[in-house]
């Protein structure tokens, strides 16, 4: 497997709780222990009694309990994950007190795309490796679950990784291994699989495209014959096949309009076909084609930008994108590209005036592209060393808050700039009392304490603690939307389940960037 558990953690930047865990006291979770080793139970005999006089009978009926069944030794496939409880500090016990059923439709509901702490929370949740919920079964509705929130967030290498660990030994897990692999470029080995299992095939296309793929053209044709007559492939599909396999014979004929939602095969038929499709309306998870070496630079820019927007592309890789070559022309993501290759060019010269020159319009060209905090998380703590001017400075600062490096900052630097003083304080996570700012108020009421309201305090209790997050999440988005009543309440529910470092980083945003769901 080409991506690792080490690999994916690095690459998406998801160690929001690994990073707590590692830093100062802020950061620690209580509910973190050593698991609790099993010691053998000696169970007493149960000796018969003796029937007792006519007594009055206690119930008038019986209820029958609803009992789960899971057959010994199976395997539940909704507890695996790629980090281990180690790396994200959560507790083997994260599902496995609520219905998966409940759990699947809070992640499904989900709205992080414009929201950075969000974004590495759910990361950490998708990704984790936890005991499946107590009513888990073979369909594994939660690991759908999170394989589909880490698609549409654009992650398909984590995806493809996640489904790699389970086995994607069931239909529905197999044709969402199989979409994912379309997108990375690695289909060859769900192909393989495919021609191993034919019963996992999602469709008589994608076999007919896998036979073909493995050089069996003869037991492509016949199957492609056969779904024909008998109407298993619709209009679309059956052009695209029949161009797929036999293009000289179609060669010049139009190829009929694609579908709004196309899926990954038919995406990648219209590619083989001549007439790839432009991914900038296409769902996130399509962005992922673009980064391959078949694509234009701009579209490859383009892509880069979106996925590293949600977090599923770390801004090393961006970076790396941005600087690959110089700009073919002028404004839009040209101007974009350049104000950041001279910034970095400034950057790795270590010249403070140039980066002084060059800082105000890098950051405005991120802003534009909301990608403060990706830009944030990767010169952040760099640009606070450099002796910049004060108003260059003033700026670093306001970076390196909403970089991980922002308690840090606050504490070295925040004395000289009164007019963040809410924010350093917020940085340090004590907030001073604001005046007439909602916002601002909200959060201050947010870290007066870390008690959760009465309903999420109640699943907690009942050690519902992946439940607790995804609610309090929830709540977080429905302040961002505008509702600040919201906000009070998530913050403090993010810090009683010891999640500090989330908590300040998503007030930090809310504060100087005014992100909004």
Not at 143 to 170: F, K, N, P, S, Y
Not at 217 to 237: I, N, S
Not at 293 to 304: D, I, P, S, V
Not at 435 to 461: C, H, K, M
Request: net charge neutral.
């Amino acid at each position: 497997m080409r991506n690792s558990a080490a690999l994916i953690l690095c690459l998406l930047g998801l160690a929001p709780l690994q990073a707590q865990a590692q830093g100062a006291p802020l950061s620690a979770i209580d509910w973190l222990r050593p698991p609790a080793v099993d010691m053998p139970v000696t169970r007493a005999t149960p000796q018969p009694t003796a029937p007792q006089p006519a007594e009055p009978p206690v119930a008038s009926t019986v209820g029958r309990p609803q009992v789960t069944v899971t057959t010994l030794g199976q395997p539940r496939l909704d507890a695996v994950g790629l980090l281990p409880s180690q790396v994200t500090g959560l507790p083997q016990s994260l599902w496995q007190a609520s219905p998966a059923a409940r759990l699947a439709q809070l992640i499904a509901a989900r709205n992080v795309d414009r929201l950075p702490a969000m974004q590495a929370l759910l990361f950490t949740l998708l990704m984790a490796e936890a005991n499946a919920p107590f009513d888990a079964g073979p369909d594994a509705p939660l690991l759908q679950a999170r394989i589909d929130a880490l698609m549409r967030l654009g992650a398909v290498d984590a995806a493809q990784a996640l489904l790699e660990r389970a086995g994607a030994g069931t239909p529905t897990l197999f044709k969402r291994w199989f979409d994912a692999t379309l997108l990375t470029g690695d289909e060859d080995r769900a192909c393989a699989a495919l021609r191993a299992a034919p019963h996992l095939s999602p469709s008589y296309a994608a076999r007919i495209y896998c036979l073909a793929r493995g050089g069996d053209w003869p037991a492509a044709a016949l199957t492609f014959d056969t779904a024909r007559v008998l109407g298993f492939l619709g209009a679309t599909e059956e052009t695209l096949v029949a161009h797929f396999l036999d293009p000289e014979l179609y060669e010049g004929e139009v190829l009929p309009l694609p579908p709004v939602r196309p899926s990954p095969l038919l995406f990648r038929l219209y590619e083989a076909a001549g007439e790839p499709l432009p991914t900038a309306t296409l769902p996130l998870a399509f962005a992922m084609s673009d980064l391959r070496a078949t694509a234009g630079w701009k579209a490859e820019l383009a892509a880069a930008e979106r996925l590293a927007r949600t977090g599923a592309l770390p801004f090393n890789r961006l970076l790396g994108i941005y600087t690959e070559r110089l700009p073919a022309a002028s404004g839009g993501i040209w101007d974009r590209v350049e104000a950041i290759q001279r910034f970095d060019t400034a950057m790795r010269a270590g010249d403070p005036g140039a980066v002084a020159r060059y800082l105000p319009k890098a950051w405005a060209a991120m802003r534009a592209a909301r990608l403060e905090v990706p830009f944030a998380s990767g010169y952040g703590a760099e640009l606070m060393r450099l002796p910049l001017p004060e108003q260059a400075a003033a700026l670093a600062y306001d970076i390196a808050l909403v970089s991980p490096e922002y308690e840090t900052a606050a504490l070295a630097y925040g004395a000289r700039y009164p007019k963040r003083q809410f924010e350093t304080s917020l940085a340090r996570g004590m907030p001073q009392t604001p005046q007439a700012d909602p916002l601002r108020v909200a959060i201050t009421l947010g870290f007066s304490s870390a008690t959760p309201p009465a309903d999420l305090a109640a699943l907690l209790e009942n050690d519902q603690l992946g439940e607790t997050i995804l609610r309090a999440m929830a709540l977080y988005e429905q302040a961002a939307e505008g509702d600040l009543n919201a906000l009070a309440p998530a913050l403090s529910t993010l810090r009683a389940l010891g999640l500090e470092d989330t908590a300040r980083r998503a007030a930090l945003q809310l504060a100087l960037l005014r992100y909004r769901g």
